[in-house]
C-alpha cells in the first residue's frame, strides 16, 4: 500500500463547477497535510495545509481532513481554466522528519 | 522577493561525471528539504537538513549522493559518478520550522539534469 494515494486522473470539470480532489495517507498516526498546485514544468505551489480535523477554507478553497478515516480532500470552487495542474497531496507521518507526497492528480478545467 | 533559489536551473553532465546542485533558502529558513522529481511522477523525499546538520537522510540513495546544508552559504546536493538513471528535476524546499511544528515548505524553480 503506497503511504499517500490519490487519483492519477485526469479530472475534467467545467469552468465554474467545483472540483474535488482526494487523498488518503496510510500511517493513522500522521498529523500534517498539505495541498500543492505543480503546473507543467515548473516547481510545486503551496496552497493549503490543515493540521485539524475539520473544513478550512482560503478563498475558493477547501480543505478537508478526516484523521479517522485517513482521508484528506481538496475542493476548488468556480473552478477556472487557470486551475489546469496536477494537485499534490503531502503528508506528514510520525516518527520522523519527511513529507511524503502522493503522484498527484492531474486536472483539467474546460472553458 | 527573497525566495528559494536553485541553481544551476539546467545541468548537462556524462556519465561518470560529478553534478553539484545549490540551494539558497528563503530568508529567515533553517530547515531544507532536497526532492527527486521524475518525468510523470511524484516527488520522492531525499534529504532533510538544518545548518550544519543531516537530520534525515532516509530517501537518499547509499551511494554517490550526499548532501550538506553549511553555517555559511547554500545547501549542496552531490551526485558522484552520474548515470543515466539520474536524470530528473531535483527541488529543494524550505520551512521557517520543523516537521513537528507544522513544516509548510516553499520550493524553488528546481534543477533540471540530464546525464547523456
Known amino acids: 500500500q503506497k503511504e499517500v494515494e490519490q487519483n492519477s486522473g485526469p479530472l475534467s470539470v467545467p469552468e465554474g463547477a467545483i472540483a474535488s480532489l482526494n487523498c488518503t495517507y496510510s500511517?493513522?498516526?500522521?498529523?500534517?497535510f498539505f495541498w500543492y498546485r505543480q503546473y507543467s514544468g515548473k516547481s510545486p505551489e503551496l496552497i493549503m495545509f490543515?493540521?485539524?480535523?475539520g473544513d478550512k477554507e482560503d478563498g475558493r478553497f477547501t480543505a478537508q481532513l478526516n484523521k479517522a478515516s485517513q482521508y484528506v480532500s481538496l475542493l476548488i470552487r468556480d473552478s477556472q481554466p487557470s486551475d489546469s495542474a496536477t494537485y499534490l497531496c503531502a503528508v506528514n507521518p510520525p516518527g520522523g522528519f519527511k513529507t511524503i507526497f502522493g503522484a498527484g492528480t492531474r486536472l483539467f478545467v474546460k472553458a | 522577493n527573497a525566495g528559494v533559489m536553485q541553481n544551476p536551473r539546467h545541468l548537462v553532465r556524462r556519465r561518470g561525471q560529478e553534478a553539484r546542485l545549490r540551494c539558497s533558502p528563503m530568508?529567515?529558513?533553517?530547515?531544507v528539504y532536497w526532492y527527486r522529481q521524475l518525468p510523470e511522477e511524484g516527488l520522492k523525499f531525499m534529504v532533510y537538513?538544518?545548518?550544519?546538520?543531516?537530520?534525515?537522510e532516509s530517501g537518499m540513495p547509499k551511494e554517490r549522493f550526499s548532501a550538506e546544508f553549511p553555517k555559511e552559504g547554500p545547501s549542496i546536493l552531490r551526485i558522484q559518478q552520474v548515470v543515466r538513471g539520474d536524470s530528473a528535476a531535483y527541488f529543494c524546499?524550505?520551512?521557517?520550522?520543523?516537521?513537528?511544528?507544522?513544516?509548510?515548505?516553499?520550493f524553488g524553480p528546481g534543477t533540471r539534469l540530464t546525464v547523456l
Open positions: 537538513l538544518q545548518k550544519e546538520n543531516i537530520i534525515d
Open positions: 500511517d493513522r498516526g500522521s498529523q500534517s
Open positions: 524546499a524550505s520551512s521557517a520550522r520543523g516537521q513537528l511544528a507544522g513544516n509548510e515548505q516553499f
Open positions: 490543515i493540521y485539524s480535523n
Open positions: 530568508k529567515g529558513h533553517s530547515h
